[in-house]
């Protein structure tokens, strides 16, 4: 807030595009992204630490009876894990599992586990809209989402996958110190990684969502962008959402981070932060569908990339992101509903 108020006063006398590109543009879009960074360098630390100290391997066996319920066993339960840094080396993680079987549904589950774009745009977004109640609003929207892969890879599984389970056999390592060098080096790697990708892919998305929704006339309302939001607006409508909404849920496809990041430079934040502007331009019940949505919905292009190169082709990829669709859209109904019914 305080660079873009400074950032503001220093172009004051420029073009009015120079100055809306840097306060809104770059600043409203990367930098609602980097508030981010403490959140995410305290779970990589936690992740590093039950990497360190050897418990993941526990937990996928601690974690088999449930996987059982899904067709699978623990050891599928690690490549998942690590959809919660990421899904892509979730998906190429599954490689380590045995069956082809249980392969293809751990990478056809796996964009259901929520990755830390998702997780930290519901924080930020919850943090900025519900105040008070945002630990229990993200806490219910994550176990949900964790329910939601359950009860889909049940019905996956007897519908599409029917054969029978191999027994899960795994070596468990001892237990070891944490080795603090080694967990403050993946922390920083993961985090600057993150730094990195806000610097260039989001920064690129960022201006070029700016350009889209101020050109022609300097109106985001008459823009490109507004012109192709506007035509998609009758599809949130049932979700409470307005085409704002709808082209940051869009713009997540590219990066999931991108959903912050657009929402900054449509609802122009560049000088307030959207701390202060959402809780007046967003309702709860809208705000409650908009997360739902966002968690649920088809994974980013890379992933989609790798799901296609480790599936083999296009059949059950098509099928993996027209059910995450279904499923993001009629959760998202259902929320909203709810949110009005109950008067949230």
Known sequence: GSLGRWLDEALANGPWWVRGL????????????????????????????????????????????????????????????????????SILGARAVESKKARLMTIFLTPFV???????????????????????I?????????LALGIAGTLISKLFFKEEAIPFIMELPLYHKPDLKTIALVTWNRTSSFVKKAGTIILGFSVA??????????????????????????????????????????????????SVATLGVLYNVGEQGLLDVLPAAINHASALSFLVVLMLLIPCLPTITVMKQEMGGWKWLI??????LLISYGCGMLAYHLALFVGL
């Open 22 to 89: 840097v306060v809104n543009g770059v600043i409203g879009g990367v930098g609602s992204i980097l508030t981010f960074v403490p959140i995410l360098a305290i779970f990589f630390a936690a992740m590093a630490t039950l990497e360190s100290i050897g418990y993941m391997a526990r937990a996928a066996f601690v974690m088999d009876r449930f996987m059982h319920i899904m067709g699978l066993h623990g050891k599928s339960f690690l490549p998942m894990c690590l959809g919660f840094g990421c899904n892509v080396p």
């Open 114 to 136: 929520p990755c830390t774009g998702r997780l930290a745009g519901l924080t930020f977004i919850a943090g900025a809209i519900f105040g008070g109640k945002a630990l229990i």
């Open 138 to 146: 993200t806490s219910i929207l994550v176990i949900l989402n964790i």
């Open 209 to 258: 969502l700016w350009i889209f929704s101020n050109f022609p006339g300097g109106n985001v309302e008459h823009s490109i962008l507004g012109w192709f939001g506007q035509l998609i607006e009758p599809f949130g409508r049932p979700l409470g959402l307005d085409w704002k909404m709808l082209v940051a849920l869009l713009a997540s496809i590219f990066a999931k981070e991108n």
């Open 319 to 324: 099928v993996s992101l027209l059910l995450m």
